[in-house]
């Protein structure tokens, strides 16, 4: 399976590196930052799909506790937006905020682990001349978050499927696959929808719709 393959790899770049590093002969300098440098990225990744796959297990097992409070969708994702700057060096990457500072219902840390998710799928799948187009519109009843990529796109006869389980489009593409169906879990919980439109070779556009929150004058 996918998630077998995605576990199987970097555990495997750890061991050959470790290895390396403690033969007999003692490796060279540059090896040695090497060997560290692959030990510390597969290590994260390795934890990155196994926290996928536990918060996926919690959220199948109805144990996922979500903490709602109110909360502004504009300044938690122009935070991420902020939290992935150092990494989008050399690609287009934008925020653009617009309408109403609508306030919803809804766990912070969860919904930022959506906008999370959403923004490390479009850089897995952008190349050269890479642009990511985030934008929040707050309206009265709703607020809308688009993460616009020119990425590589998914095939029309694969859009019903992406939000599956473990489904990815190419086998050997990057992750879990459980990434977009973890999101459309947490947005479930939320009473938020997402709606991806996409086209092969030009690119996708993710819209999240969150409703706003119920105020105490909007019951009466």
């Given at each position: 399976?996918?998630?077998?393959?995605?576990?199987?790899?970097?555990?495997?770049?750890?061991?050959?590196?470790?290895?390396?590093?403690?033969?007999?002969?003692?490796?060279?300098?540059?090896?040695?930052?090497?060997?560290?440098?692959?030990?510390?990225?597969?290590?994260?990744?390795?934890?990155?799909?196994?926290?996928?796959?536990?918060?996926?297990?919690?959220?199948?097992?109805?144990?996922?506790?979500?903490?709602?409070?109110?909360?502004?969708?504009?300044?938690?994702?122009?935070?991420?937006?902020?939290q992935?700057?150092?990494?989008?060096?050399?690609?287009?990457?934008?925020?653009?905020?617009?309408?109403?500072?609508?306030?919803?219902n809804?766990?912070?840390?969860?919904?930022?682990?959506?906008?999370?998710?959403l923004?490390?799928?479009?850089?897995?799948?952008?190349?050269?001349?890479?642009?990511?187009?985030?934008?929040?519109?707050?309206?009265?009843?709703?607020?809308?978050?688009?993460?616009?990529?020119?990425?590589i796109?998914?095939?029309?006869?694969?859009?019903?499927?992406?939000?599956?389980?473990?489904?990815?489009?190419?086998?050997?593409?990057?992750?879990?696959?459980?990434?977009?169906?973890?999101?459309?879990?947490?947005?479930?919980?939320?009473?938020?929808?997402?709606?991806?439109?996409?086209?092969?070779?030009?690119?996708?556009?993710?819209t999240?719709?969150i409703?706003?929150?119920?105020?105490?004058?909007?019951?009466?």
């Amino acid at each position: 399976s996918s998630v077998s393959h995605e576990l199987r790899t970097p555990l495997t770049a750890i061991k050959g590196w470790a290895e390396t590093m403690r033969m007999g002969d003692t490796p060279d300098f540059r090896t040695m930052e090497k060997g560290r440098s692959v030990i510390a990225n597969e290590s994260e990744r390795l934890t990155g799909i196994v926290e996928e796959l536990l918060d996926f297990s919690r959220l199948e097992s109805r144990t996922m506790k979500v903490n709602k409070q109110l909360i502004s969708p504009k300044r938690l994702v122009n935070s991420v937006y902020r939290q992935f700057l150092p990494r989008t060096k050399g690609i287009d990457f934008t925020c653009t905020l617009i309408g109403e500072d609508t306030m919803v219902n809804g766990d912070a840390n969860r919904l930022r682990q959506v906008f999370i998710n959403l923004l490390t799928n479009s850089l897995k799948f952008i190349g050269e001349n890479g642009k990511i187009a985030l934008t929040v519109e707050g309206f009265e009843d709703n607020v809308k978050i688009m993460v616009e990529d020119n990425g590589i796109g998914i095939s029309e006869k694969n859009l019903e499927r992406v939000k599956e389980k473990f489904f990815k489009e190419n086998v050997n593409s990057p992750g879990s696959g459980i990434g977009l169906a973890l999101v459309d879990e947490i947005l479930k919980l939320h009473d938020s929808t997402m709606l991806i439109d996409s086209q092969l070779g030009v690119g996708t556009v993710i819209t999240v719709i969150i409703p706003a929150a119920v105020t105490a004058e909007d019951e009466e």
